[in-house]
């Protein structure tokens, strides 16, 4: 087999290998002849069980998604061969998995997964993957596609940023951890977390118990990714002095919200008025994230969403971006994403 000389430098250069990738005569016709072998090197700073994983899953995993490759490892060397543009293909997604690992990237199937989807895409999973948000608790929180990529870049650039998408998405999730970052960075003073409360009509009178049991049900997936990042213990405190408030839609008519960082979550659930109103919440040195999934609108009747209609009327302004995320972006359950495909092929026949 005949290994072509264009990928020496780069193997070098990514994998910091000293060992020459194989050379060898194949004497078969050229028409048939049409086959690389590399050998790749993995450094002596990388794990090797982390990097092929408990029980080499990860070498299983490359085998699944390179299934026409002949792929052999022997010690801390990896050795393709196939047709030259798929070997090119294994030695892109190798690289950049270990770039991952080097910053400290847990490498797993899913890892795998993506790296190799940027990489069919002609993309660098490890400009995207490689992105730290934040880190707490001992994990860090970083956009796992390129959707997400844009999604926060868009709100570390701009001051209001729609965030528009199906479940699964990392919407809510990611805009609470720029959130925070500000906090951490002394860009703003407090984070705000609301939503419309739909189902009380936005009148919450009628429910027993205190102000905070009545929004509990509301705000309770806000609650759950502040406590992804935040010490549990301290959320209590935060809250007492206003650092950190979760409050319903209704909460914020008559106010002006400086020095904050607002998330309106669900916004696909408000009604136009209580989109404006709550866009003119505004104060200065504030920023605003707007999430929501416009295939899941509860409000009564023909009620348009304000979700929906903002998007007619705000589009073009200066300092405003407008991000949307697809089945692509989801990062749950491998299911989650064939459910969401389905029902948007279901709701495009009716």
């Known amino acids: 087999m005949q290994y072509s000389h264009k990928y020496e430098q780069s193997l070098r250069i990514i994998l910091d290998t000293s060992t020459q990738p194989t050379n060898s005569v194949d004497n078969t016709p050229a028409e048939e002849a049409a086959s690389d072998t590399v050998r790749l090197v993995i450094p002596d700073s990388i794990d090797l069980v982390e990097f092929f994983g408990p029980g080499e899953s990860n ?41 991952l690992h080097g910053s400290g990237h847990r ?9 190799a989807s940027f990489s069919s895409e002609g993309k660098a999973a490890s400009a995207v993957m490689g992105t730290n948000i934040l880190s707490t608790r001992g994990k860090s929180i970083r956009p796992k596609t390129m959707g997400q990529h844009d999604y926060v870049k868009a709100i570390r650039n701009h001051t209001i940023t729609f965030g528009i998408g199906p479940a699964g998405t990392g919407k809510t999730y990611l805009a609470m951890a720029m959130a925070i970052n500000a906090l951490q960075h002394k860009e703003v003073s407090r984070i705000i977390l609301t939503r419309p409360a739909v189902e009380a009509g936005e009148s919450l009178g009628y429910l027993p118990g205190t102000l905070n049991e009545k929004i509990d049900p509301y705000v309770r997936p806000l609650y759950d990714a502040l406590h992804d990042m935040v010490d549990p213990e301290s959320i209590p ?8 408030e979760v409050a319903p839609l209704a909460y914020m008519r008559g106010r002006t919200l400086n020095d904050a960082f607002i998330i309106l979550d669900e916004a696909q659930n408000t009604t136009g008025e209580q989109m404006k109103m709550f866009l003119t919440r505004l104060g200065f040195g504030a920023r605003m994230v707007v999430t929501g999934d416009v295939s899941q609108i509860d409000l009564p009747g023909k009620t348009r969403s304000g979700l929906n ?10 300092d405003m971006e407008f991000c949307h995320l697809g089945s ?5 359950h491998q299911l989650v994403t064939k459910i969401v495909d389905a029902y948007d092929l279901w709701g495009s026949t009716e």
């Open 237 to 244: 405190l935060l809250i007492e002095t206003g650092t950190i």
């Open 59 to 99: 070498l299983r995993k490359l085998e699944r998604v390179f299934p026409d490759l002949d792929l052999h490892v022997r010690a801390n060397q990896v050795q393709a061969s196939g047709e030259p543009p798929r070997v090119a293909a294994f030695v892109s997604v190798i690289g950049e998995l270990k770039k």
């Open 328 to 332: 692509k972006d989801v990062v749950r």
């Open 107 to 115: 490498i797993n199937e899913e890892t795998i997964d993506r790296v």
């Open 309 to 318: 209609l903002v998007q007619d009327i705000l589009t073009g302004i200066d």
